[in-house]
């Protein structure tokens, strides 16, 4: 598609079942911050290390002050079992929405919807 002119070399697409479609990363620019291997606070007494996650841009930056569970649209922790487990629509008692998914299920991203 480079060589007739369709894109250019510096377009961040990426192809996905036939639809070229623009990066992540690219489409979350200016309005969603992704972290690798930073802490979250949940609560007082716990504050996991997430493998991956997605957080909303705010003020103040995170650099003054670390993220905290409504900062997130997206948490992502790796395992090593076949089985993924989806936490959705968080509230003070944990999550509303939980459910397993194992083998080669798809699961939608949501949070990303509005920002998409």
Avoid at 20 to 47: C, F, H, N, W, Y
Avoid at 91 to 108: C, F, I, L
């Amino acid at each position: 598609m480079g060589e007739v002119g369709i894109l250019k070399r510096s377009d961040r697409v990426e192809l996905i079942r036939g639809e070229i479609v623009k990066l992540l990363v690219v489409r979350l620019a200016g309005r969603a911050i992704v972290s690798v291997q930073m802490p979250i606070v949940l609560a007082d007494d716990t504050e996991p290390e997430l493998d991956l996650a997605v957080y909303r841009r705010r003020t103040p930056p995170y650099k003054e002050r670390e993220a905290h569970a409504d900062d997130a649209l997206l948490l992502i922790e790796v395992a090593e079992a076949g089985i993924l487990e989806v936490h959705r629509t968080p509230d003070a008692e944990g999550y509303r929405d939980a459910s397993r998914v194992a083998g080669a299920a798809t699961v939608a991203l949501q949070a990303f919807l509005t920002l998409l």
